[in-house]
């Protein structure tokens, strides 16, 4: 018997579930090893990491795995590494990720120091990427030349979401108070303990890697601990004599030890060693077609859910704690084409008094009119007769939101004869490979 389990596991480990041809060992570490593979009917090259879920346990780091699927499963970037989907067995956990070709930016800069072009053109790719996690309610909170891939195009990647934060871990006090990150890029309000805001130490840890790719060597160092940690906190950093004056003037901004008056993402377009060779950076949700919730048209009529999607959609399977939970939102599976139940959704809505903040085939955004709530509704079309309606509460408090949706819009849509709800869990397609 042990011979055939370890026959069955050489097989799943060189042809992953008949969909994916494994080759080379890119990487090990203490839980994981990441493989070169290749998707066998597209041909398309990825990257395979395997978690084993036996050496996770009893670790306390099962939370860093759940809220990296949970993260990357939502981001759809350029300069983010992409996950393609998640596979598992009873024993481990595969992740499909995007391969990148170039390695870590860390490799590259411990050669020698960036010119400030270089190193503005990197930056640029870098707070494209954040400021497009933080739209989307994400802080990466781990920002370092490590985590920081090269493609085959020499274009920046950002990577490992395993102790990034959503705002669903907010605290009432409008703080993250989890302790976590590199040392020498860590804010100095972490430091302090009291409290800090995900976005605010994102920026700081910006700043430290743009010093660190125009400079070579870190701003904040000692061999003692403490005595780094006292530099980070009192921002005791000098820069050296070849950097010009616009970005030393921009480097204070970023390494403010005070993060009310710390620069912001949206500030920094403004500035002039910033705005050198600058072609627009998206920041916002809004201003991103494609994938994601756009004021314009979208690439697609409909976002087509695949495997992953639906297994992250569905609460039966044992992979479902791992997956986005709704932010006081819900679900719905209802009979109907994604455009109409748009239309729909949107007829309801005025007829209850409430504003059409913007539209389109995939989605629509809905205001009180005095202001005081948001709700979006995304569309994604789950057969040719049925559609996942996610609705989530954006801006409001729960009161506002049951209001607003349960007693308003959610009875009047499933009221109507042009839809009828659906179970998503009794489907037989949901399933979990090998499990």
Same mark, same amino acid.
């Given at each position: 018997m042990p011979e055939i389990e370890h026959a069955a596991a050489a097989e799943e480990e060189t042809a992953l579930f008949g969909k994916y041809e494994l080759g080379r060992l890119l990487g090990c570490g203490a839980f994981a090893k990441v493989y070169y593979a290749r998707n066998v009917k597209t041909g398309q090259s990825v990257a395979v990491k395997i978690i084993n879920k036996k050496r996770l346990a009893g670790t306390g780091l099962a939370g860093n795995v759940? $809220?990296?699927?949970?993260?990357?499963?939502k981001l759809h970037h350029p300069h983010i590494v992409r996950l393609h989907e998640v596979l598992a067995t009873k024993t481990k956990i595969f992740f499909v990720i995007e391969l990148v070709r170039g390695g870590e930016l860390f490799a590259k800069i411990s050669k020698g120091r960036f010119s400030e072009e270089l190193s503005r053109r990197y930056f640029h790719q870098l707070i494209s990427a954040i400021g497009y996690c933080h739209s989307r309610g994400v802080f990466h909170r781990d920002l370092k030349p490590e985590n920081l891939l090269l493609?085959?195009?020499?274009?920046?990647?950002?990577?490992?979401?395993? /102790?990034?934060?959503? $705002?669903d871990q907010i605290r009432p006090d409008g703080l993250l108070h989890t302790l976590c990150g590199t040392p020498a890029y860590v804010a100095p309000e972490i430091l302090a303990k009291k409290g800090y805001d995900g976005a605010k130490v994102d920026v700081w840890s910006c700043g430290v890697v743009l010093f660190v790719l125009a400079a070579g060597y870190l701003p904040f160092n000692d061999p003692q601990l403490m005595v780094m940690y006292k530099k980070i906190y009192k921002g005791d950093f000098r820069c050296p004599r070849w950097m010009s004056q616009e970005l030393r003037r921009f480097l204070s901004k970023l390494l403010d030890t005070n993060p009310d008056t710390r620069i912001t993402l949206?500030?920094?377009?403004?500035?002039?060693?910033?705005?050198?060779?600058?072609?627009e950076v998206k920041f916002h949700e809004e201003d991103y077609g494609g994938e994601l919730w756009s004021k314009g048209d979208r690439s697609e009529k409909a976002v087509n859910l695949n495997a992953f999607d639906i297994i992250s959609f569905s609460s039966g399977l044992d992979l479902s704690g791992m997956f986005?939970?709704?932010?006081?939102?819900?679900?719905?599976? /209802?009979?109907? /084409? !994604?455009?109409?139940?748009?239309?729909?959704m949107e007829e309801v809505a005025v007829a209850e008094g409430l504003a059409v903040r913007w539209k389109n085939e995939c989605g629509v955004e809905l205001e009180g009119l005095n202001g005081n709530f948001r709700i979006g509704v995304e569309v994604y079309r789950l057969t040719e007769e049925l559609v996942v309606v996610e609705v989530n509460r954006r801006g409001c408090d729960a009161v506002a939101f049951k209001e607003?949706?349960?007693?308003?819009?959610?009875?009047? /849509?499933?009221?109507? !004869?042009?839809?009828?709800?659906?179970?998503?869990?009794?489907? !037989?397609?949901?399933?979990v490979a090998g499990d």
């Open positions: 759940k $809220r990296e699927i949970t993260i990357m499963s493609d085959e195009n020499g274009n920046l990647k950002v990577s490992d979401f395993g /102790l990034s934060a959503v $705002r949206d500030a920094m377009v403004r500035d002039p060693w910033f705005r050198k060779g600058y072609k986005h939970q709704m932010n006081g939102g819900e679900r719905l599976v /209802l009979e109907g /084409l !994604p455009e109409k139940v748009v239309e729909l607003a949706w349960e007693n308003k819009i959610k009875a009047k /849509l499933l009221c109507s !004869p042009s839809v009828s709800t659906t179970s998503l869990t009794e489907s !037989p397609e949901l399933k």
